[in-house]
Nanobody, 124 residues
Framework: QVQLVESGGGLVQPGGSLRLSCAAS????????MGWYRQAPGKQRELVAD???????????SVKGRFVISRDAARDNSKHTVYLQMNSLKPEDTAVYYC??????????????WGQGTQVTVSS
């Protein structure tokens, strides 16, 4: 099992920045992709960005150039952390943001885990 603990959400004005963190612990070697999804009221959950163990990144078109995903690992590899730096935030970025960790091989995902979600609200 992999445990995911998120932090960093909150209220920010349009044009502002927030940084989300997600700490993964447990059997972290069972996953090779970590990322962030979001779900706004009345909408489906959508991918925001993800990053592979090798450092390859993928972004939704709506956040390219504004959001940056990164990851690091503890020295003993007991915990991996993924970050989402969100800049130039817009009201349409308002959503619950969920951390995701999974094993992906040849386009097929398995062993998927989700965090509890953290609210991001962009409003003046």
């Amino acid at each position: 099992q992999v445990q995911l603990v998120e932090s960093g959400g909150g209220l920010v004005q349009p044009g502002g920045s927030l940084r989300l963190s997600c700490a993964a612990s447990g059997n972290v070697f069972s996953v090779n992709v970590m990322g962030w999804y979001r779900q706004a009221p009345g909408k489906q959950r959508e991918l925001v960005a993800d990053i592979t163990a090798g450092g390859s990144t993928n972004y939704a078109d709506s956040v390219k150039g504004r959001f940056v995903i990164s990851r690091d690992a503890a020295r003993d590899n007991s915990k991996h952390t993924v970050y989402l730096q969100m800049n130039s935030l817009k009201p349409e970025d308002t959503a619950v943001y969920y951390c995701n960790a999974r094993f992906e091989y040849r386009g097929t995902s398995s062993n998927e885990h989700w965090g509890q979600g953290t609210q991001v609200t962009v409003s003046s």
